[in-house]
Nanobody, 128 residues
């Protein structure tokens, strides 16, 4: 069992940056590939970024590539999402999630259904 708690969201002006954190409790955090998703009002949950258990491999959706950076610190049981050059269309609730169906060296999936554990989300609002 893994519990996930996101933090770091807030209100930011266009062009600004934030660092989101996802603190995990439970055993074997480093075994789990992790992902970040976001959900804008009236829209479905969208994959943003994923990272392997070791943190060596990462990948991003096309909409955020070059602006967002995912990382993790397994000693602190935390995964991060550095979000930069924010635009109003980045406004959403951001969620972290753990993909326990994959091995630690594998990248996590892109689908909501690939993930077993979810945090409660943190709101990011970008003003123009």
């Amino acid at each position: 069992q893994v519990q996930l708690v996101e933090s770091g969201g807030g209100l930011v002006q266009a062009g600004g940056s934030l660092r989101l954190s996802c603190a995990a409790s439970g055993r074997a955090f480093s075994n789990y590939p992790m992902g970040w998703f976001r959900q804008a009002p009236g829209k479905g949950r969208e994959f943003v970024a994923g990272i392997t258990g070791s943190g060596r491999s990462k990948y991003y959706s096309d909409s955020v590539k070059g602006r967002f950076i995912i990382s993790r610190d397994n000693a602190k049981n935390t995964v991060y999402l550095q979000i930069s050059s924010l635009q109003p269309e980045d406004t959403a609730v951001y969620y972290c999630a753990a993909d326990s169906s994959r091995r630690d060296w594998q990248l996590p999936g892109r689908s909501y259904f690939d993930y077993d554990y979810w945090g409660q989300g943190t709101q990011v609002t970008v003003s123009s």
